[in-house]
């Protein structure tokens, strides 16, 4: 009987180890199925990050392509916005050096041409406001005519005089004596006398004309030089700018003087004081 015992005892101990062991060698196998699951996983993400990582590389290199491109094209542009400048400056100093020895004559009535030439009124103008001039040989008038007004056409004032003169040194003699004589008349009346510039000259002069009336108010002996070029004397010193920037940079630089008055404050009053009339731009 004891004998059966054991022989059941140890058949059932086989059968628990045998089921044990069956247990366990599921279990191994789910894990590592699992675990080819999650290799499979991790090859699939690394798969993926290396195709990531190729676009991305693509990607910048494109982006360097156009980058690149840019510049080169930023480069072009600057280069043509030179080249455009450089032609526009040329052709502006040939247009105003082909109106070199002109002179403009402001401020006449039209109907005088009615009773007279119009290089019998230049003369006449001569004589009245130079009267030491006219007595000296000056060259012939190549020809002398009114002239629709370059600004603003449909503006109703006076077309200006032409005259155009064969020698430059006739009309720079001409011109300074006007200036040291400040007032030029016709008849009495207050003309004016100025040098022919091309349209893109006289704009760029033109700029200048409310900043000319403050230092002349101030006595600063103010002059436009060619083509656009503003001079001024400023403490004994002749100063000399090409744009207002560079003026209101010179200005700001300024302390102000005892009397609470800047150079600032005067350019600064002139730049804001936009009502001018059309003419000045021939001053």
Same mark, same amino acid.
């Given at each position: ?6 022989? %059941?005892?140890? #058949? ?21 199925? &699992?675990? +080819? ?11 993926? @990050? ?28 600057? =280069?043509?916005? #030179?080249?455009?400048? $450089?032609?526009? +400056?040329? @052709? ?8 070199? $020895? ?7 009535? +039209? ?29 012939? %008038? ?7 007004? =370059?600004?603003?056409?449909?503006? /109703?004032?006076?077309?200006? %005089? ?19 004589? &400040?007032?030029?008349?016709? &008849? ?23 900043? @000319? /009336? ?5 006595? @600063? ?16 010193? %002749? ?6 920037? =560079? ?13 609470? $008055? ?5 350019? #600064? ?7 001018? $009339? ?6």
């Amino acid at each position: 009987m004891l004998k059966m015992r054991q022989d %059941i005892g140890n #058949k059932l101990e086989a059968t628990e180890m045998d089921n044990l062991q069956e247990t366990l060698s599921k279990e191994i196998q789910d894990i590592k199925r &699992k675990q +080819e699951e999650m290799q499979n996983t991790i090859t699939e993400i690394k798969n993926s @990050l290396e195709a990531a990582n190729s676009r991305l590389q693509e990607a910048e290199e494109r982006i360097s392509e156009v980058e690149d491109r840019l510049v080169e094209i930023m480069d072009a542009e600057q =280069k043509r916005e #030179k080249r455009l400048k $450089t032609n526009e +400056e040329s @052709l502006r100093e040939l247009w105003d050096n082909v109106k070199r $020895t002109n002179i403009h004559i402001i401020g006449v009535p +039209e109907e005088e041409e009615r009773e007279k030439k119009t290089e019998k009124i230049f003369q006449e103008i001569i004589a009245e406001n130079f009267p030491n001039m006219g007595k000296e040989p000056l060259t012939q %008038i190549q020809e002398a005519q009114r002239v629709p007004y =370059k600004i603003n056409p449909r503006m /109703n004032t006076l077309r200006h %005089i032409l005259v155009k003169l064969t020698k430059i040194k006739d009309k720079e003699k001409i011109l300074k004596a006007a200036r040291e004589k &400040k007032q030029v008349t016709y &008849k009495g009346t207050p003309i004016r006398l100025s040098a022919d510039f091309s349209a893109d000259t006289l704009q760029a002069r033109g700029e200048w004309h409310d900043i @000319l /009336n403050v230092m002349k108010g101030k006595n @600063l002996q103010p002059r436009l030089l060619y083509p656009a070029r503003l001079s001024f004397r400023f403490e004994g010193e %002749i100063k000399t700018f090409t744009d207002k920037q =560079k003026l209101r940079e010179f200005s700001n630089s300024l302390t102000t003087n005892t009397k609470g $008055t800047s150079l600032g404050r005067k350019e #600064k009053t002139a730049t804001g004081n936009k009502n001018t $009339t059309n003419d000045k731009a021939y001053q």
